[in-house]
């Protein structure tokens, strides 16, 4: 079976606050940690594409020789495993190399694959204790080739293994979701505008929203659940918040429409997900406020499962699932600590669906 989403609208964000992410590459022993080609020095010719508060790829990998390196830090000597995570465009068999002082891993594209793949490289990388260079270089291919390299992951073998057994034991049971078929995700914020008029201010457009023709609407599609935006660009909240409220006032509603709409849905035998943006450069008090932009992310991630853990409680089963935008290129250039998310979204129903959006 194929599930489908249907859009009603998209915004694109603009980075009004100039702030960008700064890694402290620093490598973590105990999870995996993300060195994304746009953080690296590249060689010439090798574009880094980021957008706003977004670090998506490298771009215009096409010669021999051509790489990327970081300069790292490590707490203490270990073996590390190796993937690396690409697109070919076109070409036949790539080789490449990932090197650490002696040390050094060995992978290779056989020409067959397209899109995107994580490449796990044979043996392991040796980093010592303290600061060294972690450099991926493309060597030289039988034919033309194009390349775009998003990052290289470092885990030690143990770790990486415990890390996927554990997910796998998490996961929720999708049934529901196999037999609702399709959705609808309705990109309704701060930002949007009506039809004709003037645009409410977000409180006032809250209160006055009519939730049973909304989901009358949504049920005469024929589809299964409904996924409403929480937040995209700018930082609010349909309903109540201690969190939000403590964080940056002004951003939450009295009006629980999250409830209201979850009841509307359940008479008529549909689900609600929420979707939820982590913040964007066009927002620059939330960022401020939350911390998204600081190199050391306990305070953002912390404020993250704050907030995401109130709302989980509040709504129990009422809330069907997650659907966390801007998964890869907003959380996993931070080495976001999954695990911790992961349990923070589940809160209040162990069987949420949690979809980060890649």
């Not at 067959?112 to 994580?118: L, S, T, Y």
């Not at 979707?275 to 998204?292: E, F, M, N, V």
């Not at 290129?329 to 209040?348: I, K, Q």
Request: hydrophobic share 45%; aromatic share 12%; no cysteine.
């Amino acid at each position: 079976m194929s599930f489908r989403f249907a859009f009603l609208s998209l915004i694109l964000m603009a980075n009004v606050s100039g702030a960008q992410f700064v890694p402290d590459f620093y490598v973590r022993p105990d999870d995996f940690t993300v060195l994304m080609v746009p953080d690296a020095a590249v060689s010439e010719g090798a574009e880094k594409w980021t957008s706003g508060h977004g670090k998506f790829f490298g771009k215009g990998w096409r010669k021999a020789g051509q790489q990327a390196e970081w300069r790292v830090t490590a707490p203490a000597a270990d073996d590390y495993a190796v993937n690396v995570s690409l697109y070919q465009s076109y070409g036949a068999p790539v080789r490449f190399v990932v090197q650490a002082g002696e040390s050094e891993v060995r992978g290779a594209l056989t020409g067959q694959e397209r899109g995107w793949n994580r490449v796990p490289l044979d043996g392991t990388l040796r980093l010592p204790q303290g600061a060294v260079a972690v450099t991926l270089r493309v060597l030289a291919p039988a034919e033309d080739f194009e390349l775009s390299v998003q990052s290289v992951e470092l885990g030690r073998p143990a770790v990486r293994t415990a890390l996927l057994e554990k997910a796998v034991s998490l996961r929720a049971d999708a049934k529901w979701f196999q037999e609702a078929g399709y959705g609808m995700m309705v990109h309704w914020t701060s930002e949007t505008m009506p039809r004709a008029g003037e645009r409410k201010p977000y409180a006032q457009a809250v209160a006055a929203l009519d939730v049973e023709a909304f989901a009358a609407q949504m049920q005469a599609t024929g589809a299964g659940f409904v996924v409403l935006t929480t937040s995209h660009g700018q930082q609010y909240f349909p309903g109540p918040s201690h969190v939000l409220d403590t964080l940056l006032p002004g951003r939450t509603t009295s009006r629980d429409l999250v409830g209201d709409l979850a009841a509307a849905l359940q008479k008529r035998g549909m689900k609600l997900m929420l979707y939820y943006h982590l913040g964007a450069g066009s927002d620059p008090a939330w960022i401020k406020a939350s911390g998204a932009m600081e190199t050391d992310t306990t305070r953002f991630f912390t404020n993250w499962r704050s907030f995401i853990t109130e709302i989980g409680e509040r709504y129990g089963e009422r809330l069907a699932g997650w659907w966390f935008d801007d998964g890869a290129v907003a959380y996993y250039y931070r080495s976001a600590p999954w695990e911790s998310l992961h349990r923070a979204a589940r809160a209040g129903f162990a069987q949420r669906l949690i979809g980060w959006n890649p």
